[in-house]
């Protein structure tokens, strides 16, 4: 059970908002070294996808036991899905350059 009284909400509001300046600065270099890499090398779409696979499942794998990872993809993937759904709508500015 978390302790969701406002004190911690806001610690947590404001660690969010600190490591959003870190994700905005990481996001765009790291997907252009994912999408780059394979095209550069001849490949394909499915090339890049099977490295952001590669890369998400490193990713678990080094912080999320195993068993436990099924909850940590679930809520990977809904966040992704989440933020596309704004980004059609206009409500999330997507900040990857080609």
Same mark, same amino acid.
């Given at each position: 059970?978390?302790?969701?009284?406002?004190?911690?909400?806001?610690?947590?509001?404001?660690?969010?908002?600190?490591? !959003? &300046? /870190?994700?905005?600065?990481? +996001?765009?270099?790291?997907?252009?070294? =994912? #999408?780059?890499?394979? @095209?550069?090398? *001849?490949?394909?779409?499915?090339?890049?996808?099977?490295?952001?696979?590669?890369?998400? !499942? &490193? /990713?678990?794998?080094?912080? +999320?036991?195993?068993?436990?990872?099924? =909850? #940590?993809?679930?809520? @990977?993937?809904? *966040?992704?899905?989440?933020?596309?759904?704004?980004?059609?709508?206009?409500?999330?500015?997507?900040? /990857?350059?080609?």
């Amino acid at each position: 059970m978390t302790d969701e009284s406002p004190k911690n909400q806001a610690k947590s509001a404001d660690r969010h908002v600190c490591s !959003s &300046g /870190v994700h905005n600065r990481l +996001a765009g270099d790291i997907v252009r070294q =994912i #999408v780059k890499g394979p @095209l550069d090398a *001849g490949g394909d779409v499915t090339d890049v996808l099977v490295l952001l696979e590669s890369v998400v !499942s &490193g /990713v678990l794998l080094t912080f +999320a036991k195993l068993g436990r990872d099924e =909850i #940590v993809l679930e809520t @990977l993937t809904k *966040g992704v899905s989440e933020r596309l759904a704004k980004i059609r709508l206009g409500r999330f500015e997507a900040d /990857v350059k080609q």
